[in-house]
């Protein structure tokens, strides 16, 4: 397969992706008005669309396939690390709104006491 074959294939596909990467550019867009770990999934997504992207334009301008590739790894890492920081992430909010619940609802139950 030609490289320009392969590389209007990986655009299609990177083009057909923005039902992912449109609704994360909003996130990102809205700041603080979103959790932290709701930005870092957001980035993470915006950076594997990316590497994509970059990989086609790569494809289309002849670079060799060992630098191509070591750019596509790079992406690819550090789209899946920073998506690994926003599950932790994620999962410490989710035990902070838990026990803010928590003091909620013991409060709550003092009060009928």
């Known amino acids: 397969m030609t490289p320009a074959v392969l590389a209007l294939g990986i655009g299609a596909v990177t083009a057909s992706g923005c039902v ?11 700041g603080a008005d979103r959790p932290a770990s709701r930005r870092l999934a957001a980035t993470a997504c915006v950076t594997g669309w990316a590497t994509a ?17 070591a750019g596509a790894a790079a992406g690819a890492t550090t789209s899946a690390t920073v ?11 989710a035990r902070e709104d838990a026990a803010c619940w928590a003091a909620l609802d013991l409060g709550r139950s003092r009060d009928r006491d």
């Open 83 to 93: 998506r690994a920081c926003a599950v932790v992430r994620r999962h410490r909010e």
């Open 53 to 69: 992207g970059a990989t086609a334009l790569l494809l289309l301008m002849g670079v060799q396939a060992p630098l191509l590739l």
């Open 20 to 30: 992912w990467y449109v609704p994360a550019l909003v996130d990102l867009r809205a």
